[in-house]
Nanobody
Framework: VQLQASGGGLVQAGGSLRLSCVAS????????IAWFRQTPGSERLFVAT????????FYSDSLDGRFTISRDNAKNMVYLQMNSLKLEDTAVYYC???????????????WGQGTLVTVSS
């Protein structure tokens, strides 16, 4: 299955944004999915993951409860609702298929084109 992230943009600090991740393929509901983010010169970091049926949700400790991950298997979609955005949330966000043995999250080698989120002051 291949995933494509979208929904990024420019938002003021304190604002909200919802990212979408659309999957191709008929076996989408067979996969755990995660969001990651990356800033220039830094490694790609885990943000959140959701299990095949919408359970087994885990978040990065750095988010302080501001983000919510969800999925709609009927639409082959995963979402990331981001609230109370901070300047440090600025990054390119990616979604990917993962294998999770929490706290271990292993992503597939295919990284689609991410979506840029820019938080301004």
């Amino acid at each position: 299955v291949q995933l494509q992230a979208s929904g990024g943009g420019l938002v003021q600090a304190g604002g909200s944004l919802r990212l979408s991740c659309v999957a191709s393929g008929r076996t989408f509901s067979s996969y755990d999915i995660a969001w990651f983010r990356q800033t220039p010169g830094s490694e790609r970091l885990f943000v959140a993951t959701i299990g095949k049926s919408g359970g087994n949700i885990f978040y990065s400790d750095s988010l302080d409860g501001r983000f919510t991950i969800s999925r709609d298997n009927a639409k082959n979609m995963v979402y990331l609702q981001m609230n109370s955005l901070k300047l440090e949330d600025t990054a390119v966000y990616y979604c990917n298929v993962v294998r999770v043995r929490w706290p271990l999250v292993h992503a597939s080698n295919y990284w689609g084109q991410g979506t840029l989120v820019t938080v301004s002051s």
